[in-house]
Each structure stands twice: as structure tokens, then as C-alpha cells.
């Protein structure tokens, strides 16, 4: 079964543009899950969702960030634009079933660095 | 909200069991706690889940005490292979999830 896919692995960018980030789930997993990971600390929540809906998305920077899960599979996440503290790891994971608080299974990660 | 408290840092030998535990004053009623380690360059991996009481799988046993405030994950016999981060995350699905800021543990040969 494969796993959780991210792209890119790494992305370096200045100050104030924009990037997006790219997951593609476990085939089949209902929930779909968007961290911030920041060096020395533990993944933050970004936003949540349930099939292409969102569950939570209380700790998503809405003025700057946006994520969407068209069609309740694979999703992007958006930052636009971006900030030298938004240099993090950004963590995707996927549960199998909605509404249930189970196993997440996470992505490598793509890195982001802001110059 | 349910924060967690762990300890930044634990050294282990090899063959030792560990016993790492997590603080969680404000769990919700319906939070379930879980248990992930993470390894350089990679992303969380499941360990662990519980509700109450005791749980054990083939690799880790959780332990949580009746009142729910804490639980305590514990590794029987730690190899070199277990050095990394582990993190205790509580909440519920829609319910402000949250990792703590992990606990770094060292295995020595």
C-alpha cells in the first residue's frame, strides 16, 4: 500500500511570495490533516477535513494561508504571501475513517524555507 | 484545551525499559490519547492509542491512570533503533488536537 505523498520535498523562497504544497493520501482514507511543523517543536494543526470538508481549521493563518480537498482526495495547501516565520516543515496525513480519531499516517514532509 | 507536558529529554541504555509521561490537566471527555514517534527527516509515526485504563500491542504499552490528567507510554527493552522524538498528542476528531513538544530520547549502546 503506499503511502502518504507530498511535493515538493524542499522549497526555497524570499519574502512575500507565494507557494503551495501538494498531498496526495492513502487511497481511500476519509480525513485528510495539514500540520506546521517548526524546528524543535511539535506539529501544529493547521486544518482539517472530513471527505472535501473541513473539520477544523481554528489554527489555519486565514489571511495568508488557504487549503483545499477537491473532490475529497488529494489537496493543496497555499501561502500567499509568505512570511520568514512560515519557514517549517509542512506535515500532510490521512485517517481512514471520518468522524472516528484514529491512526494518522504522515507524509515526509515538505520543507519550506523563507529568505 | 487540552495542553500536554512532557519532559524534553530522557537518556536510556540499551535493554532498559523506558517510561516516558505525558501531563494532560484539561482533557476533554472525549479525547483519546495517542502516541507518535518521529525520526530526523521524517514525519510522526503511530505508536500507540488509548482511552482509559491499560493498552498493549506488539510494541509500546500506554498506561492511563483513572482520573485520565496523565498517561505513560512505556518500551520494553529500548535498542538504539528507539532514539527519536515522541510526542503525545490528545483530542478528538473536530477537537483541537494538539501535539505536546515531545520528548527527545536517547538510546546508549
Known amino acids: 500500500e503506499a503511502g502518504v505523498a507530498q511535493s515538493p520535498r524542499y522549497k526555497i523562497i524570499e519574502k512575500r511570495q507565494s507557494v503551495a504544497f501538494w498531498c496526495n493520501p492513502i487511497s481511500g482514507h476519509a480525513t485528510l490533516y495539514w500540520y506546521q511543523q517548526i524546528l524543535g517543536q511539535g506539529p501544529k494543526l493547521l486544518i482539517q477535513?472530513?471527505?472535501?470538508?473541513?473539520?477544523?481549521d481554528s489554527q489555519l493563518p486565514k489571511d495568508r494561508f488557504s487549503a483545499e480537498r477537491l473532490k475529497g482526495v488529494d489537496s493543496t495547501l497555499k501561502i500567499q504571501p509568505a512570511k520568514l516565520e512560515d519557514s517549517a516543515v509542512y506535515l500532510c496525513?490521512?485517517?481512514?475513517?471520518?468522524?472516528?480519531?484514529?491512526?494518522?499516517?504522515f507524509g515526509p514532509g515538505t520543507r519550506l524555507t523563507v529568505l | 484545551l487540552a495542553k500536554t507536558t512532557q519532559p524534553i529529554s530522557m537518556d536510556s541504555y540499551e535493554g532498559q525499559e523506558v517510561n516516558i509521561t505525558c501531563s494532560h490537566n484539561n482533557i476533554a471527555t472525549n479525547d483519546y490519547i495517542t502516541w507518535y514517534q518521529q525520526f530526523p527527516s521524517q514525519g510522526p509515526r503511530f505508536i500507540i492509542q488509548g482511552y482509559k485504563t491499560k493498552v498493549t500491542n506488539e510494541v509500546a504499552s500506554l498506561f492511563i491512570p483513572a482520573d485520565r490528567k496523565s498517561s505513560t507510554l512505556s518500551l520494553p527493552r529500548v535498542s538504539l533503533s528507539d532514539t527519536a522524538v515522541y510526542y503525545c498528542?490528545?483530542?478528538?476528531?473536530?477537537?483541537?488536537?494538539?501535539f505536546g513538544a515531545g520528548t527527545r530520547l536517547t538510546v546508549k549502546p
Open positions: 496525513a490521512s485517517s481512514p475513517e471520518a468522524g472516528v480519531f484514529n491512526e494518522q499516517f
Open positions: 498528542l490528545v483530542g478528538d476528531v473536530g477537537n483541537d488536537m494538539r
Open positions: 477535513f472530513q471527505n472535501n470538508g473541513v473539520v477544523d
